[in-house]
T-cell receptor, first 113, second 114 residues
Framework: AQSVTQPDIHITVSEGASLELRCNYS??????LFWYVQSPGQGLQLLLKYFSGDTLVQGIKGFEAEFKRSQSSFNLRKPSVHWSDAAEYFCAVGGDSSYKLIFGSGTRLLVRP | EPEVTQTPSHQVTQMGQEVILRCVPI?????FYWYRQILGQKVEFLVS????????KSEIFDDQFSVERPDGSNFTLKIRSTKLEDSAMYFCASSEAFRRETQYFGPGTRLLVL
């Protein structure tokens, strides 16, 4: 079955600390992977995406993610978190065989001052 | 920067009523989508639309749902007879192409069915 798992429902980090949000996927074909962020009252904003090539991808706001095929993972990282990063983060997978994106359940990030 | 827009931002309706949710996709995009997120649950795909036809739909997208592109700019989702369980945030998205393309999401319409 196709699915995305984000094992952490909530994560709290201190401002300036590093961050890693986990994402594991199950997908029968070559996956395209995305991270979206949702701030309160806002839509889903694309942070970064992976289609092919370099497995370390850079996104907006200083985020990066690494695709590890052997682990079926696409974890999101940021070296130093800012208070404005507090939001909900969604990992999603898609592919050539379907129009739909499959989303994880999201991780809510809280940032301590 | 071009954005997907959605109206209304909030809608409250009575069970059994029809609702139409509206979206204006990014202007040069050709593929359009609706997703929904029930409170506390995952974002779920409902339907994709291309060239005035449904290209894919989920099992959620039953006969009470329909989509339409009534003119060159709008994309609508109609729920014919709303149920309590239709209460959710509905997101519209669009993409320039299908393969290896990003879906850009609007801010959502929060629908509450009483």
């Amino acid at each position: 079955a196709q699915s995305v798992t984000q094992p952490d429902i909530h994560i709290t980090v201190s401002e300036g600390a590093s961050l890693e949000l986990r994402c594991n996927y199950s997908y029968g074909a070559t996956p395209y992977l995305f991270w979206y962020v949702q701030s309160p009252g806002q839509g889903l904003q694309l942070l970064l995406k992976y289609f092919s090539g370099d497995t370390l991808v850079q996104g907006i706001k200083g985020f990066e993610a690494e695709f590890k095929r052997s682990q079926s993972s696409f974890n999101l990282r940021k070296p130093s978190v800012h208070w404005s990063d507090a939001a909900e983060y969604f990992c999603a997978v898609g592919g050539d065989s379907s129009y739909k994106l499959i989303f994880g359940s999201g991780t809510r990030l809280l940032v301590r001052p | 920067e071009p954005e997907v827009t959605q109206t209304p931002s909030h809608q409250v309706t009575q069970m059994g009523q029809e609702v139409i949710l509206r979206c204006v996709p990014i202007s040069n995009h050709l593929y359009f989508y609706w997703y929904r997120q029930i409170l506390g649950q995952k974002v779920e795909f409902l339907v994709s639309f291309y060239n005035n036809e449904i290209s894919e739909k989920s099992e959620i997208f039953d006969d009470q749902f329909s989509v339409e592109r009534p003119d060159g700019s709008n994309f609508t989702l109609k729920i014919r007879s709303t149920k309590l369980e239709d209460s959710a945030m509905y997101f519209c998205a669009s993409s320039e192409a299908f393969r290896r393309e990003t879906q850009y999401f609007g801010p959502g319409t929060r629908l509450l069915v009483l």
